[in-house]
């Protein structure tokens, strides 16, 4: 079992380009958390997915932001027209259900320059 | 007031020394606790999870939760340098409210 997996683990974006983050959580787990960690901040939870469904997105900025978590493939967190201020490391976590403890990727690390 | 508070640190212990963590939390509805260990530039790693007051242990590493008092505890005995990292408690609501909700983490560092 690879675990959650997250791609890419580093990304630069200009200011105003888009960045897409990917997550593939682990294998029987359909139950997806996007978190922002700013440097000496906290995770800060942004959206919670089910396959097709957003679930809880009320940590997530209502511009520039979405979040999808097809049927197949992985979920996808994309910040449109990115600022400096979005640089952060984006976690997923993935788990079975709300009521079972969450496994994070390592993390994408967005640098806006 | 902050739903979720967990000293800062930094906190430095010799090794072999017993290590306690601690949040407190301010909603009596909140049922489901866990204790993750973040190592710099990483995940956060899940060591703990409990959903009832009392005590889990695992290993070094006991959970200990009080919701009578909103209080939540992290102990490792004979703490080792490998050890050192984050610490960060987290705590949700559990059923359709399923994000975490996490405290400012605590920096330790176990000396040699």
């Known amino acids: 079992n690879a675990g959650v997996m997250q791609n890419p683990r580093h990304l630069v974006r200009r200011r105003g380009q888009e960045a897409r983050l990917r997550c593939s959580p682990m294998k029987g787990h359909s139950h997806v958390y996007w978190y922002r960690q700013l440097p000496e901040e906290g995770l800060k939870f942004m959206v919670y997915?089910?396959?097709?469904?957003?679930?809880?997105e009320s940590g997530m900025p209502k511009e520039r932001f979405s979040a999808e978590f097809p049927k197949e493939g992985p979920s996808i967190l994309r910040i449109q027209q990115v600022v400096r201020g979005d640089s952060a490391a984006y976690f997923c976590?993935?788990?079975?259900?709300?009521?079972?403890?969450?496994?994070f990727g390592s993390g994408t690390r967005l640098t806006v320059v | 007031q902050k739903e979720v508070e967990q000293d800062p640190g930094p906190l430095s212990v010799p090794e072999g020394a017993i290590v306690s963590l601690n949040c407190t939390y301010s909603?009596?509805?909140?049922?489901?606790f866990m204790w993750y260990r973040q190592y710099s530039r990483k995940g956060p790693e899940l060591l703990m999870y409990?959903?009832?007051?009392g005590n889990k242990e695992d290993g070094r590493f006991t959970a200990q939760v009080d919701k009578s008092s909103k209080y939540i505890s992290l102990f490792i005995r004979d703490s080792q340098p490998s050890d050192s990292a984050t610490y960060l408690c987290?705590?949700?609501?559990?059923?359709?409210?399923?994000?975490?909700?996490f405290g400012k983490g605590t920096k330790l560092s176990v000396k040699p």
């Open positions: 409990t959903y009832s007051s």
């Open positions: 976590a993935s788990s079975q259900g709300s009521n079972y403890g969450y496994t």
């Open positions: 987290a705590i949700n609501y559990g059923g359709s409210q399923g994000n975490l909700i």
């Open positions: 997915l089910q396959k097709e469904n957003i679930i809880d």
């Open positions: 909603n009596s509805a909140f049922q489901y």
